[in-house]
């Protein structure tokens, strides 16, 4: 009678076992997970109804100014701080979409653009020019790029066979993320990046990586993990020293009357391991505020160290 007993404690532990385990992943929107194509070679995603409720979003972005956002809103109708829930970027090739969830029309109505160009299209409505364009498929769901690109999306509707191999590797991302990003193809996506400005420092590294996943916790801080595979265990090398250097820099640069954000940077670890390279940083919540406020005055911008045969777009 006890093995009995036993036995079925040992199922139901099982059983709950897995169900906690299902629970631990991160959610992506089926919605927006349909509309990934299956072979996408870059997906990443922001959380923004979680991100909301994050000590970070409500320092610097709930209640301040935002030129960009404050426009949209009045120009279309849709304020994107309070009406997205999801948002996902894919990547595949010649095409990239930036697919969003939320609450976009009243009573199950588009928002409507004034002075905005319509084309139909198979039944849907492309709102702007070829270069830049808008579709809703519902209201609920929307997607953004090139016309061509959406009307690629929209042919292949119903099409698919299945979700796209790098959502499922989303989906076994710890479920507190709140910013994600899987790639079985970085070098594609590095020369879709300005090679000048903010972003060229992203582009240098994705140049050198030829996979990577990268998740981003901000519930307290920001606690960060990304590992990539490098072509060869002298370009994961050469990307370690890059990215120590420019934690180095960074600690130089640090202002006399701040030694505080030193701690900052000792929470930012890299290391490789043969072709792989893995990164993580935590840091805690008051020492991630006073690094945004410096990151926004302008007084934290160090490059990236160049990185030695880089081959530009993984080429």
């Known amino acids: 009678m006890l093995c009995r007993r036993t036995g079925w404690l040992a199922l139901l532990a099982a059983v709950l076992g ?3 385990a299902e629970k631990a992943q991160l959610y992506v929107d089926p919605a927006l997970a349909a509309l990934v194509p299956e072979n996408a070679e870059t ?9 909301r409720s994050t000590p970070v979003y409500k320092r610097w972005v709930a209640g301040k100014q935002q ?10 109708g849709l304020d994107l701080r309070k009406d997205l829930w999801e948002l996902l970027i894919a ?13 976009f029309g009243p009573m199950g109505q588009e928002p409507r653009f004034q002075g905005a160009r319509r084309t139909a299209y198979k039944g849907y409505t492309l709102i702007g020019d070829e270069d ?7 209201s609920t769901t929307a997607a953004a790029g090139p016309a061509a690109a959406l009307r690629t999306l929209i042919d292949r509707r119903g099409r698919s066979k299945g979700v796209s191999p790098l959502i499922q590797r989303a989906r076994a991302l710890p479920a507190a993320t709140q910013i994600w990003l899987v790639s079985k193809r970085t070098g594609a996506l590095a020369g879709k990046l ?4 903010n972003l060229a420092a992203l582009a240098k590294i994705l140049a050198t990586l030829e996979t990577a996943t990268m998740a981003a916790d901000l519930r307290s801080g920001l606690r960060l993990e990304a590992t990539g595979s490098c072509r060869s265990e002298a370009d994961a090398r050469m990307l370690q020293d890059a990215l120590r250097g420019l934690i180095g820099l960074a600690r130089l640069t640090t202002p006399e009357n701040s030694p505080e954000l030193l701690r900052a940077w000792d929470g930012v670890t890299v290391r490789s391991e043969q072709r792989a390279i893995e990164v993580r940083a935590q840091i805690p919540a008051d020492l991630l505020d006073l690094l945004i406020g410096r990151i926004q005055q302008g007084g934290l911008t160090p490059s990236l160290p160049s990185l030695p045969g880089q081959r530009r777009g993984g080429q």
Not at 43 to 51: C, D, H, I, Q
Not at 93 to 100: D, F, I, K, N, P
């Open 132 to 138: 830049a364009s808008l579709v809703f498929m519902n």
């Open 67 to 76: 030129p960009l956002l404050d426009e949209l809103a009045k120009r279309l």
């Open 18 to 20: 897995c169900r906690s």
């Open 91 to 103: 990547s595949e090739g010649e095409h990239v979409w930036a697919l969003a969830r939320g609450k």
């Open 194 to 197: 300005p090679s000048r400005g």
């Open 43 to 51: 997906v990443a995603g922001a959380r923004v109804e979680s991100l």
